[in-house]
């Protein structure tokens, strides 16, 4: 068994701290007695995924017939987590998933060289190893900033439109489970279109931008407005018509 925490960074339960001692465990709106709940958003499946411990591994595997999203791919199967995870549950949860990796047992030096390389050749010398650590700060100082200065994704962008089509569109002729209905066919596709943005897929990306349009097939609809100005901006693509 091992100790693993999820913290809740988006969604209505944000904040949240969930410690678990990981055997199997179960995520969704109606888990198992001992699973983790996730209320408040209808995207989430009543068992979404689940959580599971396998040969020291943390393994992820999704029961939703949408996939989840684990670190910004879809999954529709299983992956194996890495400490720092991010899980996207629905259209709202975002959950990280932080534990301690299994240690593995140092290798022994082999006979005849007990020093290695910090203790003999070109990396036991002074001038090798400033140069060395001044590439690693410049590296992580690469990282850090592209972390901070990162653009949102299409997921992102796509959140603000999904609150403004729930409290201010009202589609005439509809009742509200239909307009229900188109939303989660919108979330799906948002979905879709993330992840072939992801691959490059451009001519692919344009497609799902038009069957976003067509959702409502109204220029008022917030979705309609949104997939447009989408599509405009993958026009400058590599293979745009």
Sequence with gaps: MKNVILLVRKGPTAGNRIELELGRVELGRDPGPDGVLLPGDSQVSRLHGELREDQGRIVYRNLSPNGTLVDRAIVREERELTPGAEIRLGSDYLIEVQFRPRERPAKAAPQGEPGALWRSGPLARPAVRAVLAIYLIALVALVVFLSLHGEPTVLDQFATTRR???ASYRPAGIDPEAKKARLARADRL??????????ESWEGARLACRELMAVDGDPHSPIYRFAARHLGALAGRRGAP
């Design 190 to 199: 948002v979905t879709d279109l993330f992840a072939l943005e992801r691959t």
């Design 164 to 166: 403004e089509y729930l």
